[in-house]
Nanobody, 116 residues
Framework: QVQLVESGGGLVQPGGSLRLSCAAS????????MGWYRQAPGKERELVAT???????NYADSVKGRFTISRGNARDIVYLQMASLKPEDTAVYYC??????????WGKGTLVTVSS
């Protein structure tokens, strides 16, 4: 079992920056993939970015060049650095992990609102 807690969401103006954090606890050594997903009002949840191991990353086209995913040295935390934020980035952002035995765990989410 892996427990995930997101933090760092909030209200930011268009063009601004925000950093989200996701702290993992439990069976941390079993984690293979960590990622961020988001769900905007009235829309389906979508992939934002994933990271495998220490540095193999993947991004949705809509955030490439603006968002950066990274993991802490202890590998029990994953960050999402968001820059040049747009109103369409407004969503609840969820952290997800996938373990060696293909189990998925989700956090409860943190709300990001991009508005002037």
């Amino acid at each position: 079992q892996v427990q995930l807690v997101e933090s760092g969401g909030g209200l930011v103006q268009p063009g601004g920056s925000l950093r989200l954090s996701c702290a993992a606890s439990g069976s941390i050594s079993s984690i293979v993939i960590m990622g961020w997903y988001r769900q905007a009002p009235g829309k389906e949840r979508e992939l934002v970015a994933t990271i495998i191991g220490p540095g193999i990353t993947n991004y949705a086209d809509s955030v490439k060049g603006r968002f950066t995913i990274s993991r802490g040295n202890a590998r029990d935390i994953v960050y999402l650095q968001m820059a040049s934020l747009k109103p369409e980035d407004t969503a609840v952002y969820y952290c997800k992990t996938t373990t060696y035995d293909a189990m998925n765990f989700w956090g409860k989410g943190t709300l990001v609102t991009v508005s002037s």
